[in-house]
């Protein structure tokens, strides 16, 4: 945890007099995605009884502690996602990723049988949760049950299937230094959570088709796809990285028809791979380019500096514009790492200045940016560092929103309006922004 000497209340509404304009919500969001979360075993029992959508691990682990660390299983009993609203400051209903920090100053607990988030032991906010896919309950023959394959996130709007959860990267030990995919991979597999390394395609479809088709088990709320999956550096199945993931973007737009958009999300592709991925279906890319600095993209994104580099990677990013169009370009930059020392900014002040560099290049392209709130996981390279201070996750998404307004940008595919009350993207907090 940030270790701080004033208590998180008093930090939150600190930072509620001095960041006005930044709504409540998006300040609490971006505490609890940096703090993370805990239940009581009260809670845990009550959610053992109740339908709710299990944490899915879809991609990374997206927790504070290790399986083996957690108390009372909780990776096997937590929601995906919450809802906080209403409570001491009125807020408005806001979607935020589970992730699992034992010894957070946020708890989930049972109050008067009501469900309440409390933080230092305050009560704060109410709290609902996702209801669980008919579809979750359905397994195939040899056990593998379809929500592991492709679960849905950002409150079931956004069905997230990861392809293969292996990333080359790794085998050349020049993974990206916030990453866990690897041995989150590894290690989730051996707690005994479900958990498909290398999806197969003939499942994937199945299950594409049951989420947007089927009519007794679909899922009426989903509207998006995402396709996902570590980086292939050699052959993965006899394929190059681009012929992968166009094989499973054909076959998922086969089975989902034309209505639902599909965002892809690879290492950066030149134009004639980017329109092969569109031609396949795919309505979005993501090549997320993780850090803006030239310098430390080379330092905490090794492998994709020596497969790429910096200036190529943007290069492309800017290019597959012209493929996609503007708003549908939209790579993440993970906010937190940039700020690790010994090569990190020496200020905060630094990193704003930085990522806001970053937000104008890209958005006076067309590129709408993801800004993810880093969680630091404790399988990754930077796993015993401390997470960013939450005033610098406020300010730098404070410099995406305005940048982002002032370009007159569309929203990001899959992850609602723009606004407090509206966004669904439960992993971000630029999307909380504004009234």
């Excluded at 396709?227 to 076959?251: C, H, N, P, Q, W």
């Excluded at 994104?301 to 493929?323: A, F, H, L, T």
């Excluded at 610098?392 to 929103?401: C, G, H, L, S, T």
Aim: charged content about 25%; some cysteine; overall charge positive.
């Amino acid at each position: 945890m940030v270790k701080e000497h004033i208590s998180r209340v008093a930090e939150l509404e600190r930072l509620f007099q001095k960041y006005p304009d930044v709504p409540k919500e998006a300040i609490v969001k971006g505490d609890m995605l940096l703090q993370g979360v805990t239940f009581t075993d009260a809670a845990l029992q009550r959610l053992d009884a109740e339908p709710t959508k299990l944490k899915s691990y879809e991609i990374f682990s997206f927790d504070r502690v290790r399986v083996k660390e957690m108390r009372s299983k909780e990776s096997f009993r937590v929601p995906e996602s919450v809802r906080f609203k209403d409570g001491v400051y009125q807020l408005r209903p806001t979607s935020l990723s589970v992730r699992i920090a034992t010894g957070s100053p946020y708890l989930v607990d049972l109050t008067d049988g009501k469900w309440s988030l409390l933080v230092d032991g305050e009560y704060i906010a109410s709290v609902e949760f996702p209801p669980r896919p008919k579809y979750y309950d359905l397994v195939f023959e040899d056990g593998t049950q379809y929500r592991e394959l492709f679960p849905l996130v950002n409150w079931n709007y956004t069905a997230f299937c990861t392809v293969t959860r292996y990333c080359e990267h790794f085998t050349f030990k020049e993974q990206c230094k916030f990453c866990d995919l690897n041995p989150a991979a590894r290690e989730l597999k051996k707690s005994g959570l479900p958990y498909t390394v290398f999806k197969p395609l003939n499942k994937v479809s199945k299950v594409a088709r049951t989420i947007f088709r089927d009519p007794e088990y679909r899922a009426p709320d989903a509207r998006w796809v995402a396709i996902s999956g570590g980086t292939i550096r050699r052959k993965l199945r006899g394929m190059g990285d681009t012929d992968f993931y166009v094989r499973y973007t054909e076959a998922i737009r086969e089975q989902v028809g034309g209505r639902p958009g599909i965002f892809v999300q690879t290492a950066a592709k030149e134009k004639a791979d980017c329109k092969r991925l569109r031609d396949a279906g795919a309505t979005s890319h993501c090549a997320n380019y993780e850090v803006w600095d030239r310098r430390l993209f080379g330092i905490i994104c090794p492998g994709k500096e020596r497969i790429m580099g910096y200036d190529q990677w943007i290069r492309r990013i800017i290019d597959s514009v012209d493929v996609f169009g503007e708003g549908n370009v939209i790579p993440a930059v993970v906010v937190g790492p940039e700020l690790v020392q010994p090569h990190g900014f020496k200020s905060m002040d630094e990193g704003v200045k930085s990522n806001a560099e970053g937000f104008e290049f890209l958005m006076s392209h067309g590129v709408v940016p993801r800004v993810i709130v880093w969680c630091v996981e404790p399988w990754s390279v930077y796993g015993r560092e401390l997470p960013p201070p939450l005033e610098y996750i406020i300010r730098v998404n404070k410099a995406w929103y305005e940048t982002w307004v002032k370009y007159e940008l569309p929203p990001i595919p899959g992850m609602g309006l723009v606004g407090p009350g509206r966004a669904t993207g439960d992993q971000y907090i630029n999307y909380d922004m504004g009234y």
